[in-house]
């Protein structure tokens, strides 16, 4: 591909995106790789610079120059993983808050492309299924990079595909725990709104776009917590749908951010009241609490997830307990 190619899109072609037929015609790329090639320029239609969304509508002449961008793939990282359950097919892992799943399309062998899961599990186990790509190996399920808890690993193609159709089938149960600011008003609830991606901030998911995909999540108060800092809910908290973002952006919408998560809505650090005293909130000089509490990721743990082993047929059934961190801030919370 150092020499530029040319090629003229057939009238059957019509209708499709720009990405999909290039990567259909240049079988050597990946989608991904297609998409950065076209970011950057080096594919033009009609000598001019497109967007990789761009319907074709047949007879434009494409053309593709230079290099392409080097190979997009994940590299093996000896990376200690705290492995809950391992077979011939699976591997359910407990992920670290800070940890990204992930690097995302673009990642070359540099700082981006190091200490992910993706990293940690090629070392582990070397074989991953490749349903995912070359950046996901593995990969069936995500969890947000500070968000903590159990994830699914496919170790094969196989596997992958029968995970993925109980995924979609709604047939794994993922129960999440999450503090939130405020009381919800009820002790149990369901929130039913779209998600789409946020136009302005391209970070964040939001519920009032146009076109979102559909979204369910039901929660459950485990605890209400009335501390120095204010009021908290501990929930307890199951979706249908697993959208980005989904259980941060349908708590924000409903009112109660998940603490720590700065990108909808929560501070940063919570204040004690003897430190608002400008603000004319009462205070007790013997409170022993420190005038700021800073957690320093979001509290949301992946608690417990239930499938079936994709060969088998068995019921699986696993746990995680709060990592030391949130159960000490939650202590702190506590008064205790």
Known sequence: MREPITMTVSADAAGQRLDQFLAAQLPDLSRARVQQLLREGEALVNGS????????????????????????????????????????????????????????????????NRGTLVNALLHRFNKLSQVGGELRPGIVHRLDKETSGLILVAKNDVAHRKLAQQFSRREISKRYIALVHGWPAKDRGTINLPISRDQVRRTRMTTRGSGGRSAITHFTVRERIDSPYGKFALLDVRIETGRTHQIRVHMAAAGHPIVGDTLYGAPGELERSSARRKSGLAVNPSEPSPAVARLGRNFLHAAALELTQPRTGDPLAFESPLPDQLEDFLEKLRGR
């Not at 392409?68 to 993983?81: F, K, M, W």
């Not at 359950?85 to 670290?96: C, F, G, L, R, T």
């Open 49 to 112: 610079p497109a967007k990789p969304s761009l319907k074709l509508r047949g007879g434009e002449q494409i053309t593709v120059t230079g290099s392409p961008p080097p190979p997009l793939r994940a590299i093996a990282e000896d990376i200690p993983l705290d492995i809950i359950y391992e077979d011939a097919d699976i591997a359910v892992i407990n992920k670290p808050a800070g940890m990204m799943v992930h690097a995302g399309a673009g990642a070359t062998d540099d700082k981006r």
